[in-house]
């Protein structure tokens, strides 16, 4: 019975995917289909699951980073934190490229989005880079990889909904996400570094000095206060991290419009509108899914995949490489938040069975589904990149080869090595 009804599900949902139905309507009609085919439910538990799938607390997360990662993209926030990273970083050669891993890092610790981060960044650093000799192709695939961090340094919207999906602390997972984030973005340093040595590249030209960096700082003391707020608010227990969303939205909004005075009432609009189109296509996608995660519950589907896998293998390092394998794979198709959705439930079961910590596995899935916004054929960062390096997607994509095998390499070490995961969290619980 559990077979037949995984075959009804998920060929109804490769279907509508197909048929380029929107993932939360397909994961809608998917729902649907259970129903129609078991006749245990009414058609009600489809909108009841939608309203109670997107009234949580910690998912009020999720529209407020939005609304402040616009913000801060509009606000001149971005561009201070390009400003004081050039002062320190620039003469370096290839110092370009190392600015905008580390802008992108920093911008991460206060948007929780991947596109958000390659869109604001990217927006500053593409046309000086090309101006300057960079090769286009590197330059968009290291933007575009670089935005990944976006969703795995705290803040992540990504995590908020994990944490929902599998009832983890939201907190632990930020703590979590910040030494891997840190790994992927020195690695990212790294190749960026020889790449510009192999290809003559040349940093900045005007001289370090401790006046000009002290200068720099003070102009973007406010840009820099962001972060330090944020996270010193949740991790100092002054606020949840739902509360520091709508903080940083607030912070942004005044920031933006009052102090750099560089979002009039029509910028804000527009921010405000995009914000709101995000927003709404997620809740949308998170209503659907949580419908469609209790269909997956009741049809024994996640525990019947639990016992598939263990009965494979019980090793720990085989069935941690297929489950990576699979979400690299997923990452290729499907948006971020819709795997989690969809995989979390599924693939829990089958790590608690292996003694995987929530919190380590939360760190996994993050990381891998990050990789898919660098994957070809639907790798979001890679549409934004090429969108801000106004160029064709073939020519992103012809870069991003390199960066990618870097970025797998790290999700190993990340996978078989708990501790790059697990130390903030247990140091400072």
């Given at each position: 019975?559990?077979?037949s009804?995984a075959?009804?599900?998920?060929?109804?949902?490769?279907?509508?995917?197909?048929?380029?139905?929107p993932i939360?309507?397909?994961?809608?009609?998917?729902?649907?289909?259970y129903?129609?085919y078991?006749?245990?439910l009414?058609?009600?538990?489809?909108?009841?699951?939608?309203?109670?799938?997107?009234d949580?607390f910690?998912?009020?997360?999720?529209?407020?980073f939005?609304?402040?990662?616009e913000?801060?993209?509009?606000?001149?926030?971005?561009?201070?934190?390009?400003?004081v990273a050039?002062?320190f970083?620039?003469?370096?050669?290839g110092?370009l490229?190392?600015?905008?891993?580390?802008?992108?890092?920093f911008?991460?610790a206060?948007?929780?989005?991947?596109?958000?981060?390659?869109?604001?960044?990217g927006?500053?650093?593409?046309p000086?880079m090309?101006q300057k000799?960079y090769?286009r192709?590197?330059?968009?695939?290291l933007?575009a990889?670089?935005?990944?961090?976006?969703?795995i340094?705290?803040?992540?919207?990504?995590?908020?909904?994990?944490?929902?999906?599998?009832?983890s602390?939201?907190s632990?997972?930020?703590?979590?996400?910040f030494i891997p984030?840190i790994?992927?973005?020195?690695?990212l340093?790294?190749?960026?570094?020889?790449?510009?040595?192999?290809?003559?590249?040349?940093?900045?030209?005007?001289p370090?000095?401790?006046?000009?960096?002290g200068?720099?700082?003070?102009?973007?003391?406010?840009?820099?206060?962001?972060p330090?707020?944020?996270?010193?608010?949740?991790?100092?227990?002054?606020?949840?991290?739902?509360e520091?969303?709508?903080?940083?939205?607030i912070?942004?909004?005044?920031i933006?419009c009052?102090?750099y005075?560089?979002?009039?009432?029509?910028?804000l609009?527009?921010?405000?509108?995009?914000a709101?189109?995000?927003?709404?296509?997620?809740?949308i996608?998170?209503?659907c899914?949580a419908?469609f995660?209790k269909?997956?519950?009741?049809g024994?589907?996640?525990?019947?995949?639990?016992t598939?896998?263990t009965?494979?293998t019980?090793?720990?390092?085989?069935?941690?490489?297929?489950?990576?394998?699979?979400?690299?794979?997923?990452?290729c198709f499907?948006e971020?938040?819709?795997?989690?959705?969809?995989?979390?439930?599924?693939?829990?079961?089958?790590?608690?069975?292996?003694?995987?910590?929530?919190?380590?596995f939360?760190?996994?899935?993050?990381?891998n589904?990050?990789?898919?916004?660098i994957?070809?054929?639907?790798g979001?960062?890679?549409?934004?990149?090429?969108?801000?390096?106004e160029?064709?997607?073939?020519?992103?994509?012809?870069?991003?080869?390199?960066f990618?095998?870097?970025?797998i390499v790290?999700?190993?070490?990340?996978?078989?090595i708990?501790?790059?995961?697990?130390?903030?969290?247990?140091?400072?619980?």
């Amino acid at each position: 019975m559990t077979g037949s009804i995984a075959l009804v599900v998920f060929a109804t949902l490769i279907i509508c995917l197909i048929l380029t139905v929107p993932i939360g309507f397909s994961l809608g009609i998917a729902s649907l289909a259970y129903i129609l085919y078991t006749k245990q439910l009414t058609f009600g538990f489809i909108a009841q699951n939608m309203v109670t799938g997107a009234d949580s607390f910690p998912i009020m997360a999720i529209p407020f980073f939005v609304f402040a990662g616009e913000l801060m993209g509009g606000g001149g926030i971005s561009q201070r934190l390009l400003n004081v990273a050039n002062v320190f970083f620039g003469r370096i050669r290839g110092g370009l490229a190392i600015v905008t891993v580390v802008v992108c890092m920093f911008f991460a610790a206060i948007s929780g989005s991947g596109p958000a981060t390659v869109a604001a960044v990217g927006g500053m650093v593409v046309p000086t880079m090309i101006q300057k000799g960079y090769d286009r192709k590197f330059v968009l695939a290291l933007i575009a990889a670089a935005g990944s961090i976006g969703v795995i340094i705290h803040p992540s919207i990504p995590m908020v909904v994990y944490s929902v999906t599998t009832n983890s602390s939201v907190s632990k997972l930020f703590m979590a996400g910040f030494i891997p984030g840190i790994l992927i973005g020195l690695v990212l340093i790294g190749y960026a570094y020889f790449f510009a040595r192999k290809m003559g590249y040349k940093g900045d030209t005007e001289p370090f000095s401790w006046g000009r960096a002290g200068k720099e700082v003070w102009k973007s003391k406010w840009a820099l206060l962001s972060p330090v707020i944020i996270l010193g608010g949740i991790y100092g227990g002054i606020f949840t991290p739902t509360e520091a969303a709508a903080v940083a939205v607030i912070y942004s909004l005044v920031i933006g419009c009052l102090v750099y005075k560089e979002l009039d009432f029509k910028q804000l609009l527009g921010v405000t509108k995009n914000a709101c189109e995000t927003t709404a296509t997620i809740m949308i996608v998170i209503g659907c899914a949580a419908g469609f995660s209790k269909v997956l519950t009741l049809g024994r589907i996640p525990t019947t995949v639990a016992t598939f896998l263990t009965s494979l293998t019980d090793s720990k390092i085989v069935i941690l490489l297929l489950i990576n394998v699979l979400l690299l794979v997923v990452g290729c198709f499907m948006e971020t938040l819709c795997a989690i959705m969809i995989l979390a439930p599924i693939l829990f079961p089958v790590v608690k069975v292996l003694g995987v910590d929530p919190i380590h596995f939360g760190i996994i899935m993050v990381v891998n589904l990050a990789i898919g916004f660098i994957t070809p054929p639907l790798g979001v960062n890679l549409f934004v990149a090429a969108r801000v390096g106004e160029t064709t997607l073939d020519s992103v994509i012809k870069g991003i080869i390199p960066f990618l095998i870097l970025m797998i390499v790290t999700l190993l070490l990340i996978t078989y090595i708990p501790e790059i995961s697990l130390f903030l969290p247990r140091l400072l619980s």
